[in-house]
Every structure is written in C-alpha cells, then in structure tokens.
Nanobody, 125 residues
Framework: QVQLMESGGGSVQPGGSLRLSCVVSGLTYSKWAMAWFRHDRPKEREGVAC???????YYSDSVKGRFTISKDNAKNALYLQMNSLEPEDTAMYYC???????????????????WGQGTLVTVSS
C-alpha cells in the first residue's frame, strides 16, 4: 500500500518561495508516476506537476517556469520547489502516486489513486 505525507506549506508574501516535501512509502511499482495537485475550493482541483520513473516531467501552464518537481529516491521523497509565488497559488497542495506514467495533460493525472492529506500554502501580503 502506498502512503504519502506532505509537509512544507505555510504563509509567504507574493514573490516568495516555498519547498513542499512528500515522503512516500510502499511505491514498489517498476513504472510509477507521482504528481502534485492543488485545490482552492470552490475551484476545481488542478494538476500542477508530474514526474515518472522514465524521468519525464510536466507542468501546468499556470506554474511552468516557476515551480520545479523533483524526486530523491534515496530519501523516498518528492519535492515541489515553488518560486515567484502569487496569491493565485494559494491552495491546499497534495501529492499523489500510482503505477503508470505522466502525460502532458494535467487532467490525465487524475487517474492516480494514492493521495496524501495535503499541506496548505497561503500567498498573501
């Protein structure tokens, strides 16, 4: 069973940076995908970034050039480095994982079945 736990959220001013972490256990698939999502209700949940065992990385248009997804296999951790944060980035951020691969379409990442509990990011002056 895959388990994920996010951390690193907090409050930051516009233009600031945060790094989110997601510790993952039980991800034993030979082909896997992991992604970061965010949800700012009542808006729809949005896929932010995805990486997979083949080394592919994809980003939503809204964060491309500002956010970077990475994975540290030695630490079993997924990261999301967020720079140049904007108030529109305020949301609960979740990591998710499953077997498979990432596509270039964030809406297709919704197939991932294992999710963490989320960490809150607030961008405000």
């Amino acid at each position: 069973q895959v388990q994920l736990m996010e951390s690193g959220g907090g409050s930051v001013q516009p233009g600031g940076s945060l790094r989110l972490s997601c510790v993952v256990s039980g991800l034993t698939y030979s082909k896997w995908a992991m992604a970061w999502f965010r949800h700012d209700r009542p808006k729809e949940r949005e896929g932010v970034a995805c990486t997979d065992s083949a080394g592919a990385t994809y980003y939503s248009d809204s964060v491309k050039g500002r956010f970077t997804i990475s994975k540290d296999n030695a630490k079993n951790a997924l990261y999301l480095q967020m720079n140049s944060l904007e108030p529109e980035d305020t949301a609960m951020y979740y990591c998710a994982a499953d077997r498979g691969h990432c596509s270039g379409l964030p809406q297709e990442w919704e197939y991932l079945e294992d999710w963490g509990q989320g960490t809150l990011v607030t961008v405000s002056s």
